[in-house]
């Protein structure tokens, strides 16, 4: 066995073996972003991860291989790994690992480790060469810091005309890590703690359902998920916090949309000094000439409904060109303006009036 | 019309030729010749490519199986049934496989390796070029 992996490994590497390689069944599959990006202001960090310093050992930078296999005529296994080009060289984490049973030919349950669709492209947010940007808009895909749960899904598909609508219920738990905003920093420091430091959480349970329309030029869909969540330094127990979303991506002659829209709402207990309200959205169009699509980005970033002195506020307008140069490889380019509200840090350590942050990525897929 | 203008024609007729000589010939979609489906349309077979449909539009059980990226059959498919460029297909599988949702249907090599897996497999689909049609397999659609 490890043979014939080396063997399938290997042939991928040199470009033999063209999509999938297959051995005695097991499929290997995998994706590759590496990147570079520098922000124009210097004193200050963004999203934890971005400084004046360009960096390639960024947030960005990953590696993931999925492997799959037939078990038998119903069940499948699969498991995808991840290597992350931040921290130290021993942290690959396993993002997917679960096993697929297909009870009818329209519907799928999976139990496992799975990443869940908070928002519409949470489950290939890895993925990079998948969407245009360099990375998802973050005023709305950080609004969820927990991705994946170790429970049970269930895909079931229907058709609507044309059209195939996904629902999708999903149940499970899992734990997290949040970082400490640039507006609670100073609420925080009570507790011996800074802006960016890590916050780790446990979500016992985590339930929420994702309807998608897919039709011929796009994908519609809206998704709800609550999570009860744990704290014990910060006096939270079993309290809630809901996502509530809705998304819609067309890809029409040669015209790309993205459209997503997110509202997380949490009780007005202690869990509202970790997560407070928030609202995010963002508009990305496109238009694709053969391999270059140039796009641009609208986003932004507000208070809940219960207005917090805690809750980010910014937009930013990001400006970027997708370029698939060859089958399987994308370049990406981006300038990214990000302007917080004043007196608010955004998603930056510190209060700022504006910075624009300059990347570059390479974005596989094998 | 001069000289030029003549040679101009037909080197370009001749880069026409072995480009798209090919790429207009027939394709036909195969199946087991005990295959008792009636009425596939273009679209079905699109869906089940696509792993939209698992079965045939009266409920059978299908298996279909792609050829390698290199071939004229599997270029033709893609822009006459998949109505998608290969950037495109990569992106749509990208999505779908690596949220675990489905795997695309394997590459299984040239028109020859198709008709022969078709020809041995009851749930088969594929297609190849016309000319390669026997009694092994049976027709379903014809791709002009």
Known sequence: MKKVLLGSLMGAALGMTAGAAHAEGVSINGFLTTSV???????VTYLNAFTDQPRFDNTDSRLGLQFSGEINEWMSATAQLIARGRGGNENIITDWAFVSIAAHDDLQIRTGKLKFPTFLISDYYEVGYAYPWIRPPQELYSLNPITTLVGVDALYTVPVGQANLLLQPFVGSNRGTAYVSGMQAPAFSGFGLTAGDAINFDAPVLVGLNAALNFDIGTLRAGYLQAEVDQAAFGILGEKADFASIGLTIDWRNVVLYAEYADRN???????????DQQGAYVTLGYRFGRLLPHVTYATMDEGKDASPLALKQTSTTVGLRYEFLNGAALKFEYQMIEPEKNNTGMFDTVIEDAALYGVSLDVIF | MNIQMKMAWAGLLLVASSAFGVAQAELAIIAHPSQKVV?????????????????????????????????????????????????????????????????????????????????????GLGYVQGKFVDSSVKVLLIIP
């Open chain 1, 37 to 43: 990006a520098r922000l124009g202001k210097s004193d």
């Open chain 1, 266 to 276: 949490v009780e007005k207990t202690a869990i509202a000094n970790a997560f407070p």
């Open chain 2, 39 to 123: 009425g596939v349309s273009q679209d079905n077979v699109s869906d089940i490519y696509l792993g939209r449909s698992k079965t045939f539009p009266n409920g059978a059980a299908v298996e279909a199986v792609d050829q390698d990226s290199g071939t004229a059959s599997y270029q033709q498919f893609l822009a006459k049934v998949l109505k998608m460029d290969a950037a495109a297909l990569k992106s749509y599988w990208a999505k779908r496989i690596f949220s675990g949702k489905a795997k695309p249907p394997k590459g299984l090599g040239d028109d020859e390796a198709v008709k022969k897996w078709v020809a041995a497999n009851p749930n």
